[in-house]
């Protein structure tokens, strides 16, 4: 690592080197982040962001770690953790409100929150463990709603610190996917987000946040995943091509995908990210021979894997 990198970074948060990223990542696995830094402010998560890329270090910016699969080599450059939690209002935005969110917010938490302050809009989020930050890439949603519904704007910053205020069209949201996802608007992170929210009854509220949390409990199993392994393709659930190629519960060293729910993958303990990285191509390579399809993954690979390095 650059020596004078980390002599910055410090000035800007505490560092940790050779960080195992198993500790950060919903899935438990990852090898170690050369360098690895948590920004707790909008400024903290701006400032390592752009020195680190001044230096010319490779980045990765992460929320919750509820969608990546870091490979075992771990990441050569430096991870910055957003837990910039930062929420304004909701305040007067027209006929509606608006609430400004930093990046690092749990969707989950913001959600519930809100309802329970009597504001409606994002019920639909309760079970989405991920930050703000993380939807944005991914255009996280559930039950036919999804974070392009409420996004008003999502502020960035790109690596020579000019800030920007994109709308959904500019970050172009799809079904799970963004132009930042696709490579289209690279060198950018997300700041903050305005979300749309309109006045609501804090008990009904509440009480659809419950029946969706029933929902939850019943179709998808507890333990360490990274939710929806698979993107649903246009015809049916990706779960259904799971079960059809014969792979609900099958098991690669300790990963193994769900009796529960077959989209999911679980680290049953002591799982590689290879062992998960393998049960992710097994059904790819059974369902393109079967189908004819090519099934794409939701959960984001990141890093360094045992054959054939980063993907
Ligand atoms: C039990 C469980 C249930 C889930 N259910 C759902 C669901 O119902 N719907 C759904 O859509 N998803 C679901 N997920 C997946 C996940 O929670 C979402 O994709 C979430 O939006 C990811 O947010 P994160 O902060 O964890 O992102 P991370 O996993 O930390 O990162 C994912 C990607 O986003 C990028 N990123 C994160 N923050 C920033 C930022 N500030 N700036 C730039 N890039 C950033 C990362 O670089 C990475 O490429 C589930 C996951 C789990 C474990």
């Not at 059809?244 to 995908?257: D, K, S, W």
Request: charged share 20%.
């Amino acid at each position: 690592m650059d020596k004078a990198l980390i002599a910055a970074l410090q000035e800007v948060g505490q560092i940790r080197l050779d960080e195992p990223m198993s500790r950060h990542t919903t899935f438990g696995v990852g090898g170690p982040a050369d360098a690895y830094v948590v920004a707790r402010t909008e400024e903290q998560l701006s400032a390592a962001f752009t020195l680190a890329r001044s230096h010319g270090s490779e980045v990765f910016v992460f929320g919750s770690g509820s969608n990546i699969l870091v490979g075992d080599g771990g990441f050569r450059g430096v991870v910055i953790e957003n837990r910039n939690t930062k929420v304004v209002g909701p305040t007067q935005n027209g006929v509606g409100h608006k609430v400004r969110v930093g990046s690092g917010m749990s969707f989950s938490t913001l959600a519930r929150r809100l309802a329970g302050s009597g504001f409606a809009g994002l019920e639909w989020a309760c079970g989405i463990p991920g930050s703000l930050g993380g939807a944005v890439v991914t255009n996280a949603g559930a039950y036919g709603h999804a974070l392009s519904d409420v996004l008003v704007t999502a502020r960035t910053v790109n690596a020579g610190g000019a800030i920007s205020e994109l709308t959904p069209g500019d970050l172009d949201l799809a079904y799970r996917s963004s132009a930042m996802l696709r490579g289209e608007l690279p060198d950018i992170i997300v700041l903050s987000v305005d979300l749309r929210v309109n006045k609501g009854d804090a008990v009904s509220l509440k009480a659809t946040i419950r029946e969706y949390d029933s929902q939850r409990r019943k179709a998808q199993p507890a333990g360490r995943n990274c939710g929806s392994v698979f993107k649903n393709p246009p015809d049916r659930s990706a779960w259904q091509y799971v079960d059809e190629v014969g792979l609900r519960g099958h098991r690669i060293g300790n990963a193994q995908f769900s009796e529960v729910h077959s989209n999911f993958i679980q680290n049953l303990g002591g799982a590689t990210a290879s062992d998960i990285a393998s049960l992710v191509q097994l059904a790819q390579e059974r369902i393109r021979e079967q189908f004819g399809l090519e099934i794409t993954p939701e959960v984001v690979f990141i890093g360094e894997f045992a054959t054939g390095g980063a993907v």
